[in-house]
């Protein structure tokens, strides 16, 4: 599963939308579905905006009757305060494990944003379903997203996760099976990478052999690098007099401090590259620092003193004067 934690969206309240108990059983789900349906069905029914609560129906149905894709939606909505904007957390569908495909191919033009953007996903081809006595077949691949940090990027590492596996009690209503699994994060993997971790995934049928899991990589949000592809970025701040003057200034990098020559005359957002100082790989990234001018604040009366000496000695300084005339 995908999420786009950077965009706002119209929460759906797909409980709402079936008039139905967060507590319902799976059982309760398809006869709401059955008799929504009827009522709404555009060929059928005289209400206006059938067509419209037709589409919102299915789409509630397709998230709902799915147990996977269920425990993932209780997980998320658990954080909604209300209201009609909502941002989706980075990790909120962290550890959730869960088996074959998401939703057939060419059935998200139907669905609204809110649905694709959460639940769009492209596993493969599905395995062949259960078959009767005396055949093997090989068990279905499992799917989960994972979060890691930047540094383990870096430099690997072992890892032990616990992951959540939506199942139905004998009443009906879901319940999540955790497990823990041990798997090994290989230096320089990058975020949308899969981690195949093999037989971990469902049974087999017969003789046939277990699937295999993946573990799909995500990077958890960091208070100071940004990641494109292979390449890390850190904006740097300098204070003026480095950036007119140049300077040396040990800095900081995911694999350790350097030391950096910033030259003379560098102005707010230059890009200093460090080559092949990114996440490692066959051809490793480069690591960027985005200049920024850090001003000394003016917060006593000799501070304030120096600053209005500085304005009468570059008094014929015009801060402005690419804009052209605009008085």
């Known amino acids: ?185 290989p230096k320089g993997v990058r975020a949308g990478q899969r981690i195949r971790l093999a037989g971990q995934g469902g049974p087999g049928i017969g003789q046939g052999k277990p699937g295999d899991l993946y573990l799909e990589v995500e990077f958890r949000p960091h208070a100071r690098y940004r990641v494109d592809k292979h390449d890390v970025y850190l904006d740097l701040p300098v204070a003026p007099w480095e950036a007119t003057l140049g300077a040396k200034i040990e800095v900081p990098t995911p694999s350790g401090p350097v030391e950096l020559t910033v030259p003379p005359g560098s102005g707010q957002g230059r890009k200093l590259r460090l080559r092949g100082r990114g996440i490692p790989a066959a051809t490793p990234g480069d690591f960027y620092f985005v200049l920024t001018i850090a001003l000394p604040p003016a917060d006593s009366e000799p501070a304030q003193a120096f600053y209005r000496g500085m304005a009468s000695q570059f008094k014929s300084f015009s801060p402005r004067a690419n804009l052209g005339d605009h008085t």
């Open 1 to 185: 599963m995908t999420s786009l934690p950077g965009d706002w969206m119209e929460f759906k309240d797909y409980y709402k939308v079936m008039g139905l108990q967060r507590s319902a059983t799976q059982d309760e789900v398809k006869r709401a579905y059955r008799k929504l349906a009827r009522q709404f069905h555009p060929d059928v029914s005289k209400e206006p905006q059938a067509e419209q609560r037709f589409k919102e129906v299915g789409e509630a149905y397709e998230v709902l009757k799915d147990p996977e894709k269920r425990a993932a939606y209780d997980q998320l909505g658990a954080n909604w305060q209300g209201g009609q904007e909502f941002r989706p957390p980075p990790d909120w569908n962290a550890g959730f494990e869960s088996a074959g495909r998401g939703f057939d191919q060419g059935q998200e033009a139907e669905y609204s944003d809110f649905f694709e953007s959460l639940f769009r996903r492209d596993t493969g081809p599905a395995r062949p379903g259960r078959a009767g006595g005396g055949v093997h077949m090989a068990g279905e691949d499992h799917h989960a997203s994972i979060q890691i940090d930047l540094e383990e990027a870096y430099h690997g590492g072992s890892r032990r996760v616990t992951l959540r596996m939506p199942e139905l009690d004998q009443q009906g209503h879901m319940v999540l099976r955790e497990h823990q699994i041990d798997f090994v994060i």
